[in-house]
């Protein structure tokens, strides 16, 4: 493999489209280097003040700037790591023809451009799970039970709803809509946007779709103001319909992880409804990456920060791709998370 600059790898990195995913690209579309491992940034929550009457034979009247909260964080640390070994570019690799007269070096560059897109992707998968951890308990649990890392990035949201088990959306007696408009609505009062996008567990859409109410709204001829018509975005993405009179698009988002048990999970917590807005909640703040480089320790601001480095002893070259990277809302007060059937926390 032809021997590169840090600089030169991150730049080659930056060109490469990432393989974003739905919750991030949504939810969190931006994002903020840094030139240290801590961020901060400014919490504000302002209040609806009207400029004040002023009588004409006076200059003005001062009127209060509004306050804001500064918070302080340390980003996490992700860095995957692969091991490359003398028999892997000595031996035939998957799907490689039995008589392929490749060399070692070739199958060197193959698996180490390799590894760096394996080990991408495996950081987008954690980032991806950072945005739903924020997004639908606004904090985030850092553990490593190996390092004795157990850190908590608490954003302070309170945005949460659990339905009563009387008010749960599988009842005849319950309308989804009396739910949604009072939560819209105090999300407008808050903020002054309105949020224009719900995103359904797959288990809610079903209750919401069954519900005696909402098949009322769709079969009102003319009013229109419940639509269902779904569309697949993507394998894992669909688009189910819009809500006229809350101006409110519907997706659900099928798709799993593998928990730190090793335990597959889906991504969207069951029973949930998710309203928030289309145009982004908050962007990532990646913070300083410091490794060792020619026994020297060398730091770099970027999203993603590779190393490649020889361990002639054990006779192995190893690549590590690391990233600091935290989501972080602008304003807590903008989405919230609703709790609406039987699997809810709390029923």
């Avoid at 008010?167 to 903020?191: M, N, Q, Y």
Wanted: glycine share 6%; aromatic share 10%.
């Amino acid at each position: 493999m032809a021997e590169y600059t840090t600089i030169e790898m991150i730049q080659a990195i930056d060109q490469t489209p990432p393989v974003r995913s739905f919750l991030q690209k949504t939810f969190f579309p931006g994002d903020e280097t840094h030139v240290t491992e801590k961020v901060e940034f400014d919490v504000r929550k302002g209040k609806r003040i009207m400029a004040p009457f002023v009588s004409p034979r006076k200059g003005g009247k001062v009127i209060t700037r509004q306050g804001f909260q500064t918070n302080q964080f340390t980003t996490p640390k992700i860095a995957p790591e692969r091991v490359l070994t003398v028999d892997d570019i000595t031996k035939r690799t998957l799907g490689e023809n039995v008589y392929s007269q490749r060399t070692p070096a070739e199958r060197e560059d193959e698996l180490l451009a390799k590894d760096f897109t394996d080990l991408e992707e495996s950081i987008d998968r954690r980032k991806e799970w950072m945005c739903r951890q924020v997004l639908y308990e606004g904090k985030l649990d850092v553990v490593d039970e190996d390092e004795g890392v157990d850190v908590q990035v608490d954003f302070g949201f309170t945005n949460i709803y659990v339905l009563g088990a009387d008010e749960v959306w599988s009842l005849a007696t319950v309308d989804p809509l009396k739910t949604l408009r009072p939560i819209r609505k105090k999300i407008i009062k808050d903020t002054g946007r309105a949020p224009d996008m719900m995103l359904f567990a797959s288990d809610a859409i079903e209750d919401f779709m069954d519900n005696p109410f909402v098949i009322k709204a769709m079969d009102v001829l003319n009013m229109k103001n419940v639509v269902i018509e779904p569309r697949v975005v993507d394998p894992a993405l669909t688009f189910y319909g819009r809500i006229a009179e809350l101006d409110m698009d519907i997706y659900t988002y099928d798709e799993w992880f593998l928990n730190d048990d090793g335990e597959e999970e889906a991504l969207i917590p069951p029973g949930t409804v998710l309203m928030g807005h289309s145009t982004g909640e908050g962007q990532i703040e990646y913070g300083l990456v410091t490794q060792m480089e020619d026994k020297k320790f060398q730091s770099y601001e970027g999203r993603l920060v590779p190393k490649v480095w020889a361990d002639e002893k054990d006779e192995v070259k190893k690549v590590r791709l690391t990233s600091r990277p935290l989501p972080r809302p602008f304003d807590v007060e903008s989405w919230a998370v609703i709790y609406v059937n039987k699997n809810a926390a709390g029923n």
